[in-house]
């Protein structure tokens, strides 16, 4: 069964470095989203991603956030100057198009910055 | 207006018995509405959804009832097992403003034996 595979599992980086979040979507998918879940805490939305350009994004997505489809593959989510307050798992998550509503999330990323 | 609100917040069912956890919403223009199970460490995973036009749906176990003029829509778990013990996130999106989810605050169920 075709699932949404994100890398690393877990990143540990320290206060001000900048990650990388990596997610390889269903691939005939066409909408992209991140999600972050602070421990213990409901799922936020933080940005969706369609046809290259960004659709929709939350209050939580600054400007110390972007995201790209480098490639026909990947997915990427990128943190430029870490807070100790990202610590959370990020879920990468894809959809199929606007008629099918389902989104399949990928295993996350558990981010510890300190 | 963009909350989801859930409960209870957990929830302990006896092995066989029917577990119900509970959302509401505000916005009107919410027109899907899935049921996500986590699993410790792992990525939520769809359960189940329902859109308004109709108020109930159900795959095997698994049933959602929909209210859409109290703006409330419920899980139920029938014969719930050990296996069932997760935490339940409703959630719920304007499929017309790009599919974003809007996720309640989780309801952790333990099913005993």
């Known amino acids: 069964e075709p699932e949404v595979t994100q890398t690393p599992s877990h990143q540990v980086t320290q206060m001000g470095q900048e990650v990388i979040l990596r997610c390889v979507p269903i691939s005939n998918h066409l909408y992209f989203y991140w999600y972050r879940q602070i421990l213990g805490q409901k799922v936020e939305f933080l940005v969706s991603?369609?046809?290259?350009?960004?659709?929709?994004k939350s209050e939580i997505f600054d400007d110390q956030f972007s995201v790209e489809r480098p490639d026909g593959s990947n997915f990427t989510l990128k943190i430029r100057s870490t807070k100790l307050e990202d610590s959370a798992m990020y879920f990468c998550a894809s959809s199929p198009d606007t008629r099918r509503t389902e989104a399949f999330f990928g295993q996350g990323t558990r981010l510890t910055v300190v | 207006q963009q909350q989801v609100k859930q409960s209870p917040q957990s929830l302990i069912v006896q092995k066989g018995g029917i577990s119900i956890i509970n959302c509401a919403y505000e916005?009107?223009?919410?027109?899907?509405f899935p049921w996500y199970q986590q699993f410790p460490g792992k990525g939520p995973a769809l359960l189940i959804a329902i859109r308004p036009d109709v108020s109930e749906k159900k795959e095997g176990r698994f049933t959602i009832s929909f209210n859409k003029s109290a703006k409330q829509f419920s899980l139920h778990i029938m014969d719930s097992q050990p296996g069932d013990s997760a935490t339940y996130f409703c959630a719920a999106s304007n499929t017309g403003g790009g599919n974003k989810l809007t996720f309640g605050t989780g309801t952790q169920l333990k099913v005993e034996l």
């Open positions: 991603f369609y046809n290259n350009e960004i659709s929709e």
């Open positions: 916005n009107t223009a919410f027109d899907y």
